[in-house]
C-alpha cells in the first residue's frame, strides 16, 4: 500500500509560480513511477507529468512543457511539480499519483492522492 499526500496548491496571479510536493508513505516508494494529473471542472482529468522510478524518463502533457517540471526525491519519499509561468488555465485541482510508469501515461494508476487545489487568476 502507498499513502500519498499533496500540499503546495493555492491561489496564484498569472505568471507566477507554485511548487507541488506529494509525500508517500510506505517503503516501495522508489519502486514506483509517479505522476500528476489535473482535473478542471466540467472536464476530464489529464495527465500532466510523469516520471519513471529511476528519473529515466519523463513526460509532460505539450499544455505545460517548458513551464511545468516534474522531480523526486527517493529518499525522502516525494515526488515535485514545479510550476511556472502559470496561466488561468491551469486552474484545476492536482492530483498525485503512484504506480507502473505505462499505466500512468495511459491514466490509470495503483494509488492517488487526495488532491490540492491550484487557482491561477488571470
Known amino acids: 500500500q502507498v499513502q500519498l499526500i499533496e500540499s503546495g496548491g493555492g491561489l496564484v496571479q498569472a505568471g507566477g509560480s507554485l511548487r507541488l510536493s506529494c509525500a508517500a508513505s510506505?517503503?516501495?516508494?522508489?519502486?514506483?513511477?509517479m505522476g500528476w494529473f489535473r482535473q478542471a471542472p466540467g472536464k476530464e482529468r489529464e495527465l500532466v507529468a510523469a516520471?519513471?522510478?529511476?528519473?529515466?524518463?519523463?513526460y509532460y502533457a505539450d499544455s505545460v512543457k517548458g513551464r511545468f517540471t516534474i522531480s523526486r526525491d527517493n529518499d525522502k519519499n516525494t515526488v515535485y511539480l514545479q510550476m511556472n509561468s502559470l496561466k488561468f488555465e491551469d486552474t484545476a485541482v492536482y492530483y498525485c499519483?503512484?504506480?507502473?510508469?505505462?499505466?500512468?501515461?495511459?491514466?490509470?494508476?495503483?494509488?492517488w492522492g487526495q488532491g490540492t487545489q491550484v487557482t491561477v487568476s488571470s
Open positions: 499519483a503512484a504506480g507502473v510508469y505505462w499505466n500512468i501515461r495511459r491514466g490509470r494508476s495503483d494509488y
Open positions: 510506505g517503503r516501495t516508494f522508489s519502486s514506483n513511477a
Open positions: 516520471i519513471s522510478r529511476s528519473v529515466g524518463s519523463t
